[in-house]
Each structure stands twice: as structure tokens, then as C-alpha cells.
Antibody
Framework: EVQLLESGGGLVQPGGSLRLSCAAS????????MSWVRQAPGKGLEWVSI????????YYADSVKGRFTISRDNSKSTLYLQMNSLRAEDTAVYYC?????????????WGQGTLVTVSS | QTVVTQEPSFSVSPGGTVTLTCGLS?????????PSWYQQTPGQAPRTLIY???TRSSGVPDRFSGSILGNKAALTITGAQADDESDYYC??????????FGGGTKLTVL
């Protein structure tokens, strides 16, 4: 059974940093691209970033480029999102999601999410 | 900047059929957009219904189907049930690793 468990969310001041983790199980982690998607309170889903299975390719939404860094440790089956220079508009539930194939498009499994609140 | 468009809201009668669409503010959606569809109820994580245009995710009943209709991606729900009342999101692959979500459709079953 595929399971994705996010952690690391919390309250952080504007300009601060936070690192999210997503522990994966139930599949061969290194074979699949993994994404981060966020949802601000009362808003829709927003694609944030994706990393290929090997970790050799990374892509970001313009809204986070230069501030967020996606990474993965395939030996630990864990995906990360390092978030720096956080802003109030980064407040959201952050979900990790598994791609359904070797492609970079779409997701077939989602975690339950972790809440990040950026506020002074 | 390309915007992914969805109907803000839609209603369907129990047992009825509804088709939600996902388009582009500029251009056409094709299979190369690898459209995916997700269902979300308040306070819950999204659930994948369809990916790669028409591939049903594990455990999803066959009354959910995906297709390309004209220049848009489409999600069709046949035999709508009360618990289909949810928000539905599509996402399109733009190329170069980038994906964009639509604003979502709030489906009411009444």
C-alpha cells in the first residue's frame, strides 16, 4: 500500500525558513517523480515543485523559484522541501504527491498534508 | 501567463450525468497536456480520479471517466451520487516540468 506522510509544518515568522519532509513507503521510491502541491486556506490547489526519480531534474512554480528547494534521499525514501524567505502568502497546507509513472505529469497518490503558517 | 480554466460551479441531479471541463486561456488541451483530475472534500487531501487523460486511478469506480472533448479535457461522472458532491480540480502539464492547476469546480448533487 502506497503511503506518503508529510511532516515539518508549523508557525514561522515572515522571512524565516522551514523544511518539510515526506516519508514514502509501499513503492520503489527512486522510480517515480515526486511533487509538492499546496493549498492556501479556502483556496484551490497550486502546483509548487517536482523532482525526477533520480533527483537529476527539478522544476518550480514561478511563485517559489529562488526561495524553495526540492530534494530527495532515495536511500531513505524521503522527499524534502526547503522553504526560505517565507512570506504570508506561503501559508498553506503542503501536500506531497507521487507521479503515476516516470513522467513529470500528474499524481496518483497524495499525503495528508502539513500546515505551514507564516505570521508574525 | 497561461491560465487553466474550469467551471466555478456545477450541479447535477442524483443519478444524472455531468461533464466538467478543463481548458486553456490560450490554446487547446490535448493528450500531451496529460490532464489529471482530482476530487477533494473539505478538510481532506485530494484524491486522484484520472491521470494521463483517461487512466482511472486505483479504486476509482468506472462511472468516472476522462477524455478530450474539442479543445478541452473533460471529466464525466455518470450516475451521480450524493457523495460525489465535492470540489474537482484538473491539472495540465505545460512542458518543461511545469504543471498548472485549474481553479476548481464545486459540484453540487441535488
Amino acid at each position: 500500500e502506497v503511503q506518503l506522510l508529510e511532516s515539518g509544518g508549523g508557525l514561522v515568522q515572515p522571512g524565516g525558513s522551514l523544511r518539510l519532509s515526506c516519508a514514502a513507503s509501499g513503492f520503489t521510491f527512486s522510480s517515480y517523480a515526486m511533487s509538492w502541491v499546496r493549498q492556501a486556506p479556502g483556496k484551490g490547489l497550486e502546483w509548487v515543485s517536482i523532482m525526477s526519480g533520480s533527483g537529476g531534474s527539478t522544476y518550480y512554480a514561478d511563485s517559489v523559484k529562488g526561495r524553495f528547494t526540492i530534494s530527495r534521499d532515495n536511500s531513505k525514501s524521503t522527499l524534502y522541501l526547503q522553504m526560505n524567505s517565507l512570506r504570508a502568502e506561503d501559508t498553506a497546507v503542503y501536500y506531497c504527491a507521487k507521479s503515476p509513472s516516470g513522467s513529470l505529469a500528474g499524481s496518483d497518490y497524495w499525503g495528508q498534508g502539513t500546515l505551514v503558517t507564516v505570521s508574525s | 501567463q497561461t491560465v487553466v480554466t474550469q467551471e466555478p460551479s456545477f450541479s447535477v441531479s442524483p443519478g444524472g450525468t455531468v461533464t466538467l471541463t478543463c481548458g486553456l486561456s490560450s490554446g487547446s488541451v490535448s493528450t500531451s497536456s496529460y490532464p489529471s483530475w482530482y476530487q477533494q472534500t473539505p478538510g481532506q487531501a485530494p484524491r486522484t480520479l484520472i491521470y494521463s487523460t483517461n487512466t482511472r486511478s486505483s479504486g476509482v469506480p468506472d462511472r468516472f471517466s476522462g477524455s478530450i472533448l474539442g479543445n478541452k479535457a473533460a471529466l464525466t461522472i455518470t450516475g451521480a451520487q450524493a457523495d460525489d458532491e465535492s470540489d474537482y480540480y484538473c491539472v495540465l502539464y505545460m512542458g518543461s516540468g511545469i504543471s498548472v492547476f485549474g481553479g476548481g469546480t464545486k459540484l453540487t448533487v441535488l
